[in-house]
């Protein structure tokens, strides 16, 4: 018992763990993840319905999207970018290795005749001949993939672009991090029972830490706070 508390309250490497699939991907999580995602005032999983509009809106006009232009979103979750923009009739392709948010995305396209290619698959993998005038990758996903990872999905979207396409995506700046506190709290089914259907103890701790990146004399801090359930780990960025 005691081994198993220093276990989940031990400082991990920056990016030791990439538990994204699971926290997407499972049974129970990926049902609360779907419900965050459709809250249209919650800014979890996706941000809030209204700024959603606002930046789509944002983003048609300044990327000129429309019945000419191909757009992908890698983790599109359940298509609420990926929608929006394929009403303009550009040609939309989303990805994600959620099969409950694809599924639901590819409902929600059917039901609006809305044509949208949808990948049910890990973006690190993703291969396709297709090229496209704009990528986006939308609520931080980057910042929560290792530096190797960033630079493998860098070199995808290098290749992806035509030439003169758009990456869009946004990422944490230094003030969030700066803002941010390292903690260590448990909570009986914390977050409301997120985590599981059983009942659970839920250890969230967070831990700042900094690394060096290779190509920068910058150090370049990273916020990676760790939440672990029994048999679960998940680090955030
Ligand atoms: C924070 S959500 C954002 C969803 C969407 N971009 C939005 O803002 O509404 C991250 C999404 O990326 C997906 N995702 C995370 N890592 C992935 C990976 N390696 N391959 C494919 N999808 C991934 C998750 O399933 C989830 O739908």
Same mark, same amino acid.
């Given at each position: 018992?005691?081994?198993?508390?220093?276990?989940?309250?031990?400082?991990?490497?920056?990016?030791?763990?990439?538990?994204?699939?699971?926290?997407?991907? *499972?049974?129970?999580?990926?049902?609360?993840?779907?419900?965050?995602?459709?809250?249209?005032?919650?800014?979890?999983?996706?941000?809030?319905?209204?700024?959603?509009?606002?930046? +789509?809106?944002?983003?048609?006009?300044?990327?000129?999207?429309?019945?000419?232009?191909?757009?992908?979103?890698?983790?599109?979750?359940?298509?609420?970018?990926?929608?929006?923009?394929?009403?303009?009739?550009?040609? +939309?392709?989303?990805?994600?290795?959620?099969?409950?948010?694809?599924?639901?995305?590819?409902?929600?396209?059917? /039901?609006?005749?809305?044509?949208?290619?949808?990948?049910?698959?890990?973006?690190?993998?993703? /291969?396709?001949?297709?090229?496209? *005038?704009?990528?986006?990758?939308?609520?931080? *996903?980057?910042?929560?993939?290792?530096?190797?990872?960033?630079?493998?999905?860098?070199?995808?979207?290098?290749?992806?672009? !035509?030439?003169?396409? +758009?990456?869009?995506?946004? +990422?944490?700046?230094?003030?969030?991090?700066? /803002? !941010?506190?390292?903690s260590a709290t448990y909570e009986?089914?914390q977050l409301?029972?997120?985590?599981?259907?059983?009942?659970?103890?839920g250890f969230v701790n967070s831990? !700042?830490?900094?690394?060096?990146?290779?190509?920068?004399?910058?150090?370049?801090?990273?916020?990676?706070p760790v939440t672990v359930v029994?048999?679960?780990?998940?680090?955030h960025?």
């Amino acid at each position: 018992m005691f081994d198993e508390l220093e276990k989940i309250n031990a400082k991990p490497k920056p990016f030791e763990f990439y538990t994204a699939a699971e926290l997407w991907t *499972d049974e129970h999580t990926s049902a609360q993840m779907l419900q965050f995602h459709l809250n249209e005032s919650l800014d979890l999983s996706s941000r809030n319905h209204a700024f959603i509009n606002r930046s +789509v809106e944002w983003i048609i006009s300044r990327f000129n999207i429309g019945p000419d232009k191909s757009v992908a979103d890698f983790g599109c979750g359940p298509g609420l970018y990926t929608t929006r923009l394929a009403k303009t009739g550009a040609d +939309v392709t989303g990805i994600d290795f959620s099969p409950r948010s694809i599924e639901y995305a590819k409902t929600t396209a059917a /039901e609006q005749n809305l044509h949208i290619t949808y990948i049910n698959q890990n973006y690190l993998e993703f /291969e396709t001949d297709k090229r496209f *005038d704009l990528i986006i990758m939308i609520f931080c *996903d980057f910042c929560a993939l290792s530096p190797q990872q960033r630079t493998l999905l860098l070199n995808k979207y290098r290749t992806f672009l !035509k030439p003169g396409g +758009v990456l869009l995506m946004d +990422v944490h700046s230094l003030n969030i991090f700066n /803002e !941010k506190e390292e903690s260590a709290t448990y909570e009986l089914n914390q977050l409301n029972g997120f985590w599981s259907a059983d009942k659970y103890y839920g250890f969230v701790n967070s831990f !700042k830490g900094t690394s060096k990146n290779s190509n920068s004399t910058m150090p370049m801090p990273r916020f990676y706070p760790v939440t672990v359930v029994p048999g679960f780990c998940f680090p955030h960025f």
